[in-house]
């Protein structure tokens, strides 16, 4: 979080850059020659750091795992009567709510009778996600510099999601997800033939169904590909902006110490709605990419004729089925009446 800038030197693209935490790599190996920045590759070797990225993803995990665990707790039945099974504290039923949301609002509706089956790894990935966009707006590492004086914690912290490797990472898992779940539930062969919208029966068909199918699958990929830039651009822009807007109190401190001053109040206003946006898009994009994946899982798992199993004398809009209703035996004696 780019609040607590201490000089000019700083770029507002230090703060969204994976920094190493310590000098000497963990693991260096020789993989050829040249250089190639976007997988730490220098001079021909890829050297592993633990940056602060990956601190925070852990740090993000651990998080869920305890706060799941003070809310598994609090959830569970304790005492007898209807007393016992009354949720405890109000962060306990604030996340109950969130994952009621995200099992009736946002997978059921896609994914029908398969949501209980696998709502798991979907509230796994919306709290992950979720938990490492909120904690990058801490400034942990200027907090950890204000209290020490020492400058070398000032990237100790940052959004995890703000890194294009664990966004891929949780894209990889998308995928398989989608692949394995609609593996499981339609057969492996009804899976893969179905990427076909044609149908394999027309041989005459053929010429165009096989450039579609192979076109499907590209376009999956690419939506997995996208749900992963998505976040990391979005988290990646929104400090950024934080970042560039707090240097502009720097820049007008160069020509006056006043003007540093007065454009700092408005950038503390600023900053404050900035970062309001910011937690807003936080909750925004985990719901996001959970969403898309859900969406996804739903379209290679669920026939549609699934949604239709549970079939009763009203619809949707609350208005009745008028053939069902065609039937006396149905309506009993509303009939006579």
């Known amino acids: 979080m780019p609040l607590l800038v201490a000089s000019t030197d700083h770029s507002p693209i230090t703060h969204v850059l994976p920094h190493p935490l310590h000098e000497n790599p963990i693991v260096s190996v020789p993989v050829g020659e040249g250089d190639i920045p976007a997988l ?70 896609n994914l029908g009778h398969l949501t209980d089956k696998y709502i798991y790894y979907i509230w796994t990935i919306f709290f992950f996600i979720l938990f490492c966009n909120v904690i990058g707006l801490i400034p942990i590492g200027y907090l950890i510099q204000s209290f020490t004086g020492n400058t070398a914690y000032s990237h100790w ?33 009804t899976f893969f033939l179905h990427f076909n919208p044609i149908g394999w029966d027309d041989p005459k068909m053929l010429l165009i169904g096989i450039p579609l199918y192979v076109l499907e699958w590209v376009g999956l990929i690419i939506k997995c590909v996208v749900l992963a830039m998505r976040l990391f ?38 900053g404050i709605v900035l970062t309001l946006l910011e937690l807003f898009i936080c909750f925004l994009q985990a719901f996001i990419f959970t969403f898309l994946t859900v969406l996804f899982i739903a379209m290679t798992a669920v026939h549609h004729d699934d949604h239709h199993e549970d079939e009763h004398p009203f619809s949707d809009e609350g208005q009745m089925d008028l053939d069902k209703l065609a039937d006396p035996k149905r309506l009993g004696p509303l009939v006579h009446e």
């Open 40 to 109: 730490n590759i220098f001079d021909g070797r890829y050297d592993f750091f633990i940056t602060n990225h990956l601190m925070m993803s852990m740090v993000g995990a651990v998080t869920v795992l305890l706060v799941f665990a003070y809310v598994a707790s609090r959830v569970r039945a304790k005492g007898q009567g209807l007393e016992a099974f009354k949720t405890r504290g109000r962060v306990a039923q604030l996340f109950e709510t969130m994952c009621s949301f995200i099992r009736d609002e946002v997978a059921r509706p």
């Open 157 to 189: 912290g940052g959004t995890a999601t703000g890194n294009l490797s664990l966004n891929a990472v949780l894209a990889l898992g998308s995928f398989i997800a989608i692949l394995f779940i609609g593996i499981r539930e339609t057969g492996a062969k």
């Open 233 to 270: 651009g979005t988290m990646m822009a929104g400090h950024l902006v934080i970042a560039a807007f707090v240097g502009l109190v720097f820049t007008a401190a160069e020509f006056s110490h006043a003007l540093g001053y007065g454009v700092e109040l408005s950038v503390i206003g600023g």
